[in-house]
Structure formats: C-alpha cells, structure tokens
C-alpha cells in the first residue's frame, strides 16, 4: 500500500467538494490516516457564510457526504477516523490550502474540481488548479457531477505511459493503489505522427508502422511484467495524439481512475503540469491520481529504495 498518513480535504461547500469526501474518507480509513479538514474563508456571500457557520463539520453532515454516492463496500466509522477540522480567513484559498499541507506535512490532497459542459468544461476551477500546480504531495482530482464517481467500487485504474522516469514513478503509485482497490491496471501509450508547419517545406512524416508499434508494445510488456509483476494488468498501445487517446480510452473502457505524472520541476517550471496532463485533469471525467514529479513520492519505502 502507499505510505499515506495525513489526508487533506479542502472543502468550500461545493458539490465538488462534497463529491471528493468519500474518496478522502475512504483512503483515511484503508491506509489508517488523519484527515485533515480545512475551509477557507474568502468573501462574504450569504450562502458561504451561513454554511461557514456550520463549521467545523459534524458527525451527521459528515455522515451524509459520506454516503451520498455508492454506499461503501465496507463500514467506515466516522468517529474512529482521526479527524482534524480547521478555519482559516485567507485572500487566496489555494495558497491557504498549499501552505497548510506544507505545514502540516499532508501527504495527499483530495479535492472537488467544477465540472461543466461545453468551453467552461475546460476549467477545472482556479482553486484546484493553483493547488495542482504548487502543492509538493498528490493531489486526487474528483470532478463535480450528477452521477459522483464512486469511492469504493474501483476496478479498472489507467496508467498513461510515456517512458519517461516521471511516467515510471507514476506507474508505480498506480500498481499501489489497485492493491488498495483490487483493481485492474491498463497502460496506456499513445504513438504520436509527427507533424511539420508547411513553412518548413516538409512533407508530413510517416504515420508510425506496424514495426513501431510492436516495440512499444513490448517496452510496455516489460514494464508491466518489472513494475507491476501480477497477472491483473493491461497494456495498450494507440497511435494518436496523447490527451485524445487517453480521454477516449476512458470513455470507452469503463476506466474508473487515472494515474499520471507531471513533469514541472521547480522555480517557474514548478508552475506547470504539462500539456497532456494538464488536458487530462480538465476534461476526465473520473478521478485523476496526480503524481508530482517534484516533492513527496508515496511510495512504501522498501519499494522506493529499491527503485532509486
């Protein structure tokens, strides 16, 4: 299982929000974590300040978010989690929510993103992009929606590949948490054609042959066979653009999590999730488990010394 002790569940009341508590509960109860509870306060609209009031959180509201989507596979007594609920007035919510992570060593954060339709469902909600973007641990992305993405009933988790070390490391977290789940894990590698501007004076490149494909094919096979190592795994291989085949994948294949990396660093490029990351954690409609290339790895530490 990953190493998880502190869980943090940023919430503004939202449907979002309300959506990502099971799931925070749920990862509290199996990995026997704290779960941190923070509401920020920015403004003073009347519905935000009368829910404010209601603050900190009670066993009964807890209970109802708790149960509001699938009920869960098996009891999860509220009272036994360790639970810490915490006030805080700030002008910008995700530097709120960043620094107490930071301060209180959090190891995930999972979060509610503002599900929409048509060009507003591009935005994910600044809040949860900003804390994507600058928290140092996970972050799980749980969309808003009528129909929330279940807690409990995670069977099929997707694993978009694309060699890279940051890539490895989130396979590696995947392989964990269908351990968790005992769920089926499905790597994914989009074979992109390589396109030119007709300024170079160049003809297209040939679409990507049979022979690329096989390779890639058994790369992945490998790495599922040296990071996974079990019989319940998948991998695929789609010559397209990487966000497109990844998104469709989903739809298509009942995919009930993704995990991926991001490949920002630090400094100025701390500040960027990459492309197709970026595209992913906007438009899935399922929870996204995102892995940072920077800060805290989850990973137990046997496995982590193992593969440094």
Same mark, same amino acid.
């Given at each position: 299982m990953l190493s998880i002790q502190?869980?943090?569940?940023?919430?503004?009341?939202?449907?979002?929000?309300?959506?990502?508590?099971?799931?925070?509960?749920?990862?509290?109860h199996w990995h026997d974590a704290e779960l941190h509870i923070l509401n920020v306060r920015e403004g003073e609209t009347e519905v935000r300040q009368d829910m #404010?009031?209601?603050?900190? !959180?009670?066993? $009964?509201?807890l209970g109802n978010l /708790? &149960?509001?989507?699938?009920?869960?596979?098996? +009891?999860?007594?509220?009272?036994?989690?360790?639970?810490?609920?915490e006030q805080v007035d700030a002008p910008s919510p995700a530097e709120a929510i960043v620094s107490y992570a930071d301060e209180h060593n959090v190891d995930l954060v999972v979060t509610g993103t503002h599900g929409r339709r048509g060009l507003q469902r591009m935005l994910i909600?600044?809040?949860?992009?900003?804390?994507?973007?600058?928290?140092?641990?996970?972050?799980?992305?749980?969309?808003?929606?009528?129909?929330?993405?279940?807690?409990?009933?995670?069977?099929?988790?997707?694993?978009?590949?694309?060699?890279?070390?940051?890539?490895?490391?989130?396979?590696?977290? #995947?392989?964990?948490?269908? !351990?968790?789940? $005992?769920?089926?894990?499905?790597? /994914? &590698?989009?074979?992109?054609?390589?396109?030119? +501007?007709?300024?170079?004076?160049?003809?297209?490149?040939?679409?990507?042959g049979p022979e690329v494909v096989e390779r890639v094919e058994r790369s992945l096979a490998n790495m599922a066979r040296e990071e996974i190592g079990y019989e319940h795994v998948v991998a695929e291989t789609t010559i397209g653009y990487a966000p497109s085949v990844i998104l469709d994948y989903e739809k298509e294949n009942d995919v009930d999590l993704i995990v991926i990396a991001t490949h920002g660093r630090s400094g100025l490029e701390r500040l960027l999730l990459g492309s197709v990351t970026e595209r992913i954690v906007r438009r899935s409609s399922v929870p996204v488990f995102i892995v940072k290339s920077f800060g805290k790895s989850l990973l137990p530490a046997a496995s982590s010394e193992a593969n440094a």
């Open positions: 502190r869980i943090l569940w940023p919430t503004d009341f939202s449907q979002g929000a309300e959506h990502a508590f099971p799931h925070a509960a749920a990862l509290a #404010a009031e209601q603050f900190p !959180l009670s066993s $009964g509201t /708790l &149960h509001s989507g699938d009920p869960p596979s098996q +009891p999860i007594d509220l009272e036994a989690l360790s639970l810490q609920q909600g600044s809040v949860a992009e900003e804390v994507l973007r600058t928290a140092s641990c996970p972050v799980l992305t749980v969309r808003a929606g009528e129909e929330p993405a279940s807690a409990w009933n995670v069977r099929n988790i997707l694993a978009p590949v694309d060699f890279s070390d940051e890539s490895t490391t989130a396979v590696r977290h #995947a392989k964990e948490l269908a !351990l968790t789940y $005992g769920a089926q894990i499905t790597l /994914l &590698h989009a074979v992109e054609e390589v396109m030119y +501007p007709s300024a170079y004076g160049m003809e297209m490149a040939d679409v990507p």
